[in-house]
């Protein structure tokens, strides 16, 4: 299921469909439901280069997500760039 929603998400982006944050939180946040850290990591590259910043939900579901994955240590230096950043 997961892999369907990224091969969907990157279908869409290469054919400029319009969509919004939103969609790329939501395939976000399964692949942290599922501790998928690299998809992850793709999301976040497809979220820049469509010019879509990461939000405090985006933020909080990468948290969320490298904590299922047992990456505590990843988990606390994104949440001290939150802070570092204002976020």
């Known amino acids: 299921m997961i892999n369907e929603a990224m091969n969907m ?3 869409v982006t290469e054919e400029f469909f319009n969509f919004d944050q939103t969609v790329f939180n939501v395939v976000l946040d399964g692949c942290a439901k599922f ?7 793709e999301i976040l590259n497809l979220m820049d280069t469509c010019g879509f910043p990461l939000t ?8 969320d997500g490298l904590i299922r994955a047992n990456h505590n240590r990843k988990a606390w ?11």
């Open 9 to 11: 998400l990157k279908e």
């Open 35 to 41: 501790g998928k850290i690299v998809e992850m990591q």
């Open 56 to 63: 405090i939900v985006g933020y909080n579901t990468i948290i």
């Open 77 to 87: 230096d994104v949440l001290e760039s939150m802070l570092k950043f204002n976020i």
